[in-house]
């Protein structure tokens, strides 16, 4: 008997619970119990990691499908993880086991201390290996300039095997790697003549791709074969061989599902298939360096992504954050007596995270604004402005400060290189987000309705973004040190200033300078990028139908590359560099129908680099 005291009236029970009553709460108590101790496990997880490293993915793990039965991993005869799914003939079929493996927080901390630990052994054992030039001086060029944003190699394990011919390194790799550093050294007065016993950087190229397709024809493809196929892919595309360059990320994206990389090892694996911390680290990696490079080529060529992130992908979480802290310094850039760029953290990890959390934004953006098959309707583009529009806003936000370039307050010296490109990147992601809207048509909206203004203005201010960011980062570290993506970064924003020209018949000064400021940098860098001259042509004759001829645009593009001190700002006109117009406010721009009713008439741009990425005008 028990009593309640609240109104003053003593309660008696007199009558015991039913069986089935009991039996429901005690079913109601364990369950209760499952729940808490899966959130425990859940929130323990989470605090055990380092803030620069990250814990959240595209597509989380809870809910339906995440914790479900997953098989096809398993070793080869040769001792390779592969994957095979249940239909295959490398399998018989079998009752799926549960798996959903968490590991402990105390084991997640000793595998960060031993991963990090390994990086910086590593690290100091490569200084006293004393690699011979050029091969060090263009490895360098890659851990400096390349590395830090794409993530292909792993670094420790690369150098560790590189001596021993462990299973992480290749010489088709290691080829690939020197064959691509190149096309930014072969200009370097003390590293000219030590390639001339490689004819000029030409021979690692070839030995690579003649290496690999042995390794392809004997079916003994393993991590450092994805890693060679993606270098040799980002090479190939920034020549413009177009066809070789999809085809190379393709057989890299095929091979990562072969080896069973789509996959979260540590979480699917059977019970048998026990990889190293080690392993685990580079497998996940790979697998968004691959996610990364897959959207930025579908950006380069205009083709539809090929990868995509799922329930049992692996997680975007780097366990070794080493790199982070590394001191980071311009490699092979050479500046005027008496100054030198400043001691800067490299910040590698968190600039790679923010990057795959970015690529994920954009693929969606590019599934649903820039389907070749235009199988979207109105208001799914629609959807998809207002929801990735929020999630760029979102992004931006949320990015760390010392991550984040404000075109309005730069800094003295450009950030590191991965820092500028990352910035560069989201500014182009967000043209892309907002320029299809500009060319709807009106029979799309509503009656007397015409575009919106914003997304022009958005445009703007990212165009404005990119070619303040650029100009600083080419004054800091010279044109000869541009990626591939940066110098898009510099198309995408020409579009636009394009667009501002064939809809309006009044020239804005800041308009034409902007363009001609683009023209020029993209005339500097087709020696680089031999695809950005591709593009350029493209927006030379469309300049040159709506009034502009290319003497107006490249009158200073034929001057050599000259360093500029960066702490200067009154920079002189015979300095041979570009002239950056001022940033300005797009609010300022006033937007009239007659230039809506322009864009409306205009075919809509695609994403692709080259032959039809520009309009022309009708």
Request: glycine fraction near 6%; proline fraction near 7%; include cysteine.
């Given at each position: ?115 990090v630990q390994n990086a910086w052994e590593q690290r100091s054992l490569e200084v006293l290996a004393e690699t011979p030039q050029p091969f060090q001086f263009l ?354 924003a020409a579009s636009i200033y394009l667009l501002q020209i064939q809809a309006s018949s009044v020239r804005e000064d800041y308009t034409l300078d902007s363009m ?103």
């Open positions: 008997m028990s009593a309640e005291k609240g109104r003053g009236d003593e309660c008696v029970y007199k009558l015991s619970p039913t069986l089935s009553y009991t039996t429901k709460l005690e079913r109601r108590v364990e369950e209760l119990e499952a729940a808490l101790r899966k959130a425990q496990v859940s929130a323990q997880v989470v605090p055990a990691l380092s803030p620069s490293v990250s814990v959240t993915s595209p597509t989380s793990y809870t809910g339906e499908g995440g914790s479900a039965a997953f098989r096809g991993l398993a070793f080869d005869a040769r001792g390779a993880v592969t994957f095979h799914g249940s239909t295959s003939l490398f399998q018989l079929p079998t009752r799926p086991e549960e798996t959903n493996t968490i590991l402990p927080v105390n084991e997640l901390h000793l595998t960060k201390e031993r991963l490895l360098s060029t890659h851990w400096c300039w390349i590395q830090p944003l794409f993530n292909f190699v792993y670094r420790p394990a690369f150098t560790r095997d590189m001596q021993s011919i462990g299973p992480y390194y290749s010489h088709t790799l290691l080829n690939a790697l020197l064959g691509h550093s190149v096309r930014w050294c072969k200009r370097e007065p003390e590293i000219r003549h030590l390639l001339e016993p490689y004819e000029g950087g030409a021979l690692f190229k070839r030995h690579a791709r003649t290496r690999l397709f042995e390794e392809i024809s004997t079916g003994n493809c393993s991590i450092p074969t994805i890693q060679t196929l993606l270098i040799l892919s980002a090479q190939e595309c920034s020549a413009g061989n177009r066809t070789s360059a999809i085809l190379y990320c393709r057989m890299a994206f095929n091979l990562l599902e072969e080896l069973g990389i789509t996959v979260d090892v540590q979480r699917y694996g059977s019970g048998n298939l026990q990889l190293s911390d080690e392993d685990i680290e580079i497998r996940r990696r790979l697998f968004w360096s691959c996610y990364f490079w897959d959207k930025i080529i579908s950006l380069y060529l205009g083709r539809s992504p090929a990868l995509s992130h799922s329930p049992v992908s692996p997680p975007q979480v780097i366990m070794d954050d080493s790199a982070e802290d590394e001191l980071w310094l311009p490699h092979g850039v050479q500046y005027p007596e008496g100054q030198q760029y400043p001691p800067t953290q490299a910040h590698s990890i968190s600039c790679f995270t923010q990057m795959c959390r970015l690529s994920a934004i954009f693929n969606e953006i590019l599934l649903h604004m820039y389907d070749p098959l235009n199988s979207k309707t109105e208001q799914e583009i629609d959807d998809c402005l207002i929801r990735e529009g929020f999630a760029m806003r979102q992004w931006w936000q949320d990015l760390p400060s010392f991550l984040k370039i404000e075109a309005q307050d730069l800094p003295q010296y450009a950030p590191p290189s991965h820092i500028v490109t990352l910035n560069c990147l989201f500014h182009t992601f967000k043209i892309l987000l907002y320029r299809p809207m500009l060319f709807k048509r009106p029979e799309s909206l509503p009656e007397g309705d015409m575009p919106n203004p914003a997304h022009f203005k958005e445009c703007l201010g990212s165009a404005s973004a990119i070619v303040a960011v650029f100009d600083l980062y080419c004054r800091t570290f010279t044109y000869s040190r541009v990626v591939l993506s940066l110098a898009y970064s510099v198309y995408t001609r400021f683009c023209v020029q940098a993209l005339d500097r860098l087709k020696a680089s990028s031999p695809v950005i001259g591709q593009a350029l042509q493209l927006l030379l004759r469309a300049l040159a139908d709506a009034g502009i001829q290319a003497s107006e645009v490249l009158e200073l593009s034929s001057q050599p590359d000259v360093l500029l001190n960066p702490t200067t700002t009154d920079v002189p006109v015979s300095s041979h560099l570009p002239q950056a117009p001022a940033v300005f406010d797009p609010d300022g721009i006033d937007f009239t129908p007659e230039m809506f009713a322009t864009f409306s008439n205009l075919e809509p741009i695609t994403v692709a680099v080259g032959a039809g990425g520009i309009i022309m005008p009708t």
